[in-house]
């Protein structure tokens, strides 16, 4: 639930640099308390990448309408159902370029560490077993905080849209 509303958070700067926002303005928080709870609660759905994506569009929808009915705002059901349809596909789009991504990023990583320590031990005659595991293990640390980096970056730009 902290990533979903830092993920949040995260889609205001950038939203906040779309709109031509500069110095510490960028950092000041332009959603409404009902967007960043609804983000928070949107990153417990679960279910395949479609369901998923129209489950957190749905709860957004949601907070959002009754915060303004709430405003004294009212929202006639088509814009309700614009509003659903389009955070739907924003997120489905980018969930699906996270995955992709994600997945090229992973395949980045050695497979075993044989393999890996056979191609290491032939660039260095010299590196020992614990030197090539230590390589080993830091890419691929490396590679798994990448893959989560861009995770929340995707879900930060689908939350700006």
Same mark, same amino acid.
């Given at each position: 639930?902290? =990533? #979903?509303?830092?993920?949040?958070?995260? #889609? &205001?700067?950038?939203?906040?640099?779309i709109?031509? /926002?500069?110095?510490?303005?960028?950092?000041?928080?332009?959603?409404?308390v009902?967007?960043?709870? *609804? $983000? $928070?609660?949107?990153?417990? @759905?679960?279910g395949n990448? =479609?369901?998923?994506s129209?489950? /957190?569009?749905?709860?957004?929808?949601?907070?959002?309408?009754?915060?303004?009915?709430?405003?004294?705002?009212?929202?006639?059901?088509?814009?309700?159902?614009?509003?659903?349809?389009?955070?739907?596909i924003? &997120?489905?789009i980018?969930s699906?370029?996270?995955? @992709? $991504? @994600?997945?090229?990023?992973?395949? =980045?990583?050695?497979?075993?560490? *044989?393999?890996?320590?056979?191609?290491?031990?032939?660039k260095?005659?010299?590196?020992?077993?614990?030197q090539?595991?230590?390589?080993?293990?830091? =890419?691929?640390?490396?590679? @798994?905080f990448?893959?989560?980096?861009?995770e929340?970056?995707?879900?930060?730009?689908?939350?700006?849209?």
């Open positions: 639930m902290l =990533l #979903g509303a830092l993920s949040q958070y995260a #889609g &205001d700067i950038i939203s906040n640099i709109n031509g /926002r500069t110095g510490t303005s960028v950092f000041k928080p332009v959603s409404s009902s967007t960043y709870v *609804s $983000a $928070a609660l949107s990153a417990l @759905v679960g990448k =479609l369901l998923n129209l489950g /957190r569009a749905a709860i957004s929808t949601a907070a959002n309408y009754i915060e303004n009915r709430i405003k004294g705002k009212k929202q006639s059901l088509k814009v309700v159902i614009q509003n659903l349809i389009k955070s739907t924003t &997120d489905y980018c699906t370029i996270s995955k @992709v $991504a @994600v997945q090229k990023i992973k395949s =980045l990583s050695p497979k075993n560490y *044989s393999s890996f320590a056979h191609s290491k031990y032939l260095n005659k010299k590196m020992t077993p614990n090539i595991k230590n390589q080993m293990q830091k =890419l691929v640390r490396a590679n @798994v990448a893959a989560k980096a861009f929340f970056i995707a879900g930060s730009v689908a939350n700006a849209v």
